[in-house]
C-alpha cells in the first residue's frame, strides 16, 4: 500500500496538484484526520510493508450521518477527489461519497485478491511469497520427520492465496472455499502418495473451508498419522513487498490520479492480461471474483 500512496503522491506532484493524506481510513476522514502530503513525505516507503496512513475498520461510516460528516471534512480541506486503496468494503464507502457528489476512484489492495475485474491486487503477490517461503521451511521439517502438515493461510472468502502457494510449494492437498474437497478424497491422495514412497504431505487449507487444526483431527482420526498444524496468520500481512507488488502499486496509484484529473469518478483501476484499465464500481459490484479453477486442476494433477 506504502508504493501506491507514494505513486499517487507523487503522480499528483508530477500534474502539479497538491495532495492530501487521510490517516485511519474512513474513520479519520470523518473525525478530520487529514494532513498534507509532499513529495518528501512519500520518501523512503516504497519498500515498507503497511501503509504510513493507517488503516481501520469503520462502522460509523456505513452509517449516512458518516458519510455526510466525510463530505463536509473533505469540503472544508479544499480536496476535489478522493484516491481509495482497499477492497470490497473501501469501495462501497467510496461510491457512498460519489453518490454524495464527490469523485472517487478506487485501487484495488487486499492480500485475498477477491476482487473482481482486477486480475491481481495490491499485497497478494507479497504474501503469496511469505506463504511459500514459509512452506519451504517447513518442508524440510516435514521431510525429515516424516509427518504430515496442515498449514493453514488467510484468505476469508477467497482460495486464491492457498492456490497460489499450493502450486508454488508443491503441496499435497489444497483446500480451498471454490472446490469441494471432502475429507474420503482428501484421505484417499494421502495413502495413495504414501503407497507410492511419500514420507510426508503437505496440506494447505484456506482459512475459509475452516481451520488446520479441524483437519489435522480428522486425518489423524481417519489415518493414524501424527500431524502438525501451523496457522500462518498476520505475518502474511507484513514485510516488504515483492517488486511485482511494487510496480502494481506504482502503476495503479498513478492510474487512479490521472483518471481524477480527466474528471471521471465511481470507478476502480485494475490489472487485465498486464494492461491497466478501469471499471465502473457498479460493474465490479455486479461480478464476483473468480479463482482461475484451471490452475486448481493444474495443482491436482502434478501433486499425484
Ligand atoms: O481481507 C483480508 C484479510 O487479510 C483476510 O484474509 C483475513 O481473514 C482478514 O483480513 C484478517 O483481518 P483482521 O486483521 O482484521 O483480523
Given at each position: 500500500m506504502n508504493a501506491a500512496v507514494r505513486a499517487t503522491v507523487r503522480r499528483a506532484a508530477f500534474h502539479g496538484l497538491q495532495m492530501y493524506g487521510i490517516n485511519h481510513g474512513y474513520n479519520g476522514l470523518m473525525r478530520g484526520d487529514i494532513k498534507e502530503m509532499t513529495l518528501g513525505s512519500v520518501g523512503d516507503i516504497i519498500h515498507r510493508g503497511g501503509t504510513i496512513l493507517y488503516t481501520a475498520r469503520s462502522?460509523?461510516?456505513?452509517?449516512e450521518a458518516g458519510q455526510e460528516l466525510a463530505v463536509e471534512q473533505l469540503r472544508r480541506h479544499g480536496i476535489e477527489g478522493l484516491i481509495v486503496i482497499g477492497g470490497d468494503g473501501s469501495f462501497r464507502g467510496a461510491q457512498s461519497l460519489t453518490k454524495k457528489g464527490f469523485p472517487t476512484i478506487g485501487v484495488p489492495g487486499t492480500?485475498?485478491?477477491?476482487?473482481?475485474?482486477?486480475?491481481f491486487t495490491i499485497g497478494f503477490d507479497t504474501a503469496l511469497n511469505t506463504i511459500v517461503e514459509a512452506i519451504d521451511k517447513i518442508r524440510d521439517t516435514a521431510t525429515s520427520h516424516e509427518r504430515t502438515y496442515i498449514i493453514e493461510v488467510m484468505g476469508r472468502d477467497a482460495g486464491d492465496l492457498a492456490l497460489y502457494a499450493g502450486l508454488a510449494a508443491g503441496a499435497e492437498t489444497i483446500l480451498i472455499p471454490e472446490a469441494a474437497t471432502d475429507l474420503d478424497e482428501i484421505v484417499e491422495r494421502l495413502h495413495a502418495g504414501h503407497h507410492r514412497g511419500k514420507k510426508h504431505s503437505i496440506i494447505i487449507v484456506a482459512e475459509g473451508v475452516g481451520s488446520a487444526a479441524e483437519y489435522a483431527e480428522l486425518i489423524t482420526r481417519r489415518t493414524g498419522w501424527e500431524t502438525r498444524v501451523t496457522?500462518?496468520?498476520?505475518?502474511?500481512?507484513?514485510g516488504s513487498p515483492t517488486a511485482f507488488d511494487r510496480m502494481l502499486a506504482s502503476r495503479l496509484g498513478a492510474a487512479a490520479v490521472d483518471l481524477l484529473l480527466e474528471g471521471k469518478a465511481d470507478r476502480m483501476v485494475g490489472v487485465q492480461n498486464n494492461q491497466i484499465v478501469d471499471v465502473d464500481f457498479d460493474e465490479a459490484f455486479s461480478k464476483r471474483h473468480r479463482l482461475d479453477l484451471s490452475v486448481y486442476q493444474l495443482a491436482l494433477s502434478l501433486s499425484i
Open positions: 462502522e460509523e461510516f456505513k452509517t492480500i485475498d485478491n477477491d476482487i473482481p475485474c482486477t486480475d496457522v500462518l496468520g498476520h505475518i502474511q500481512r507484513g
